[in-house]
């Protein structure tokens, strides 16, 4: 019974996610004009649509980590990936978009890998092992080094940048404050004495720091591209980052860890990687203003009526 209460709140989990991001994007593209500046990020504060999917992203966040409390990630993760679909399904409509074909088959290609990937990670990992504090004094100077190179790299070459790089970055990023706060939380209900005394405080502000960067990509990605490649990318690439991080530096791999699930799971997630490359080229608003679009929301101007040419002599 728990099981299916769990599925249904992942579900409406990816609801509230996907009309969210939708939300947010269409706010963020129809202020930003391509780029976001400060001056804008302070005007989408004070806009309704930004600030009702702010609220459904906290919503949907909370349901998901309450069914996580009632089944395993095995049961719930994977349905995370329906939040694309409807993601691509309300932006579609709301832009008067024809979804491709490609567009369909990058879509399948994300939600198959994902899937394939996180159901193999959580066979083969075990989250309740010990984690040494040296493992996560590596994790917090390896998102240190993070994010002082994606912030510089913003910071010189903003202009520059397409929405690619701030899909990959906030996923990245969202990947590693995943496990430090794991790992906090992790550290609080183990303490034996005031929860606080055994929390490490550079991990918390060094995820404090990380996700206000990764909040900040998100919403430059939407001034770049489509909010269904944003959620895709960030879909995959999260989890994706978890799990490596806990494989490769937290040794949560089981004794029974074998290369062919190694394989398995490098093999699908290069197929969801390849969905979202797939999607970043060919989704049908990518498409739209490549042929020159200044607005995705609105079609080009009219050209002018030329003016009339003047009567030739003696007519």
């Known amino acids: 019974m728990s099981q299916w209460l769990a599925v249904a709140l992942a579900l409406l989990s990816a609801l509230c996610l996907a009309v969210g991001t939708q939300q947010q994007g269409t706010a963020v593209a129809d202020h930003a004009h391509g780029r976001l500046s400060l001056r804008t990020f302070l005007v989408l504060l004070r806009t309704p649509r930004w600030s009702l999917g702010l609220a459904l992203l906290g919503v949907g966040t909370g349901l998901n980590v309450t069914a996580l409390g009632l089944a395993t990630v095995t049961v719930v993760?994977?349905?995370g990936v329906v939040a694309l679909v409807i993601t691509t399904l309300l932006h579609a409509r709301h832009r008067r978009l024809r979804i491709n074909r490609r567009t369909w088959t990058a879509i399948a290609l994300c939600t198959a890998g994902g899937a394939v990937f996180v159901t193999c990670a959580v066979a083969v990992t075990d989250p309740a092992q010990g984690i040494s504090q040296w493992a996560e004094h590596?994790?917090?100077?390896?998102?240190?080094?993070?994010?002082s190179v994606l912030g510089v790299s913003a910071a010189m070459f903003r202009r520059s940048l397409g929405g690619t790089f701030y899909v990959v970055g906030a996923g990245i990023l969202y990947g590693f404050v995943a496990v430090?706060?794991?790992?906090?939380i992790t550290r609080i209900q183990g303490s034996t004495g005031t929860p606080l005394d055994d929390v490490n405080w550079a991990a918390v502000v060094t995820a404090l720091a990380a996700a206000v960067l990764g909040g900040w990509f998100v919403q430059t990605a939407f001034?770049?591209?489509?909010p269904d490649l944003v959620i895709a990318g960030?879909?995959?690439?999260?989890p994706m980052v978890g799990v490596l991080l806990g494989l490769l530096v937290l040794g949560e791999a089981v004794p029974g860890f074998s290369v062919t699930t190694g394989i398995?799971?490098?093999?699908?997630?290069?197929?969801?990687?390849?969905?979202?490359?797939?999607?970043?080229?060919?989704h049908p608003e990518v498409l739209q203003r490549r042929a020159g679009l200044v607005r995705p929301d609105r079609p080009l101007p009219a050209p002018r009526p030329s003016a009339p040419r003047p009567a030739a002599p003696g007519r």
């Open 223 to 226: 001034a770049a591209g489509p």
């Open 264 to 282: 398995l799971m490098a093999g699908a997630g290069g197929i969801a990687i390849v969905g979202v490359a797939v999607l970043s080229q060919h």
């Open 234 to 238: 960030l879909t995959v690439i999260d």
């Open 77 to 79: 993760q994977p349905i």
């Open 138 to 147: 590596t994790v917090v100077v390896m998102l240190v080094v993070l994010v």
């Open 180 to 184: 430090l706060v794991r790992l906090t």
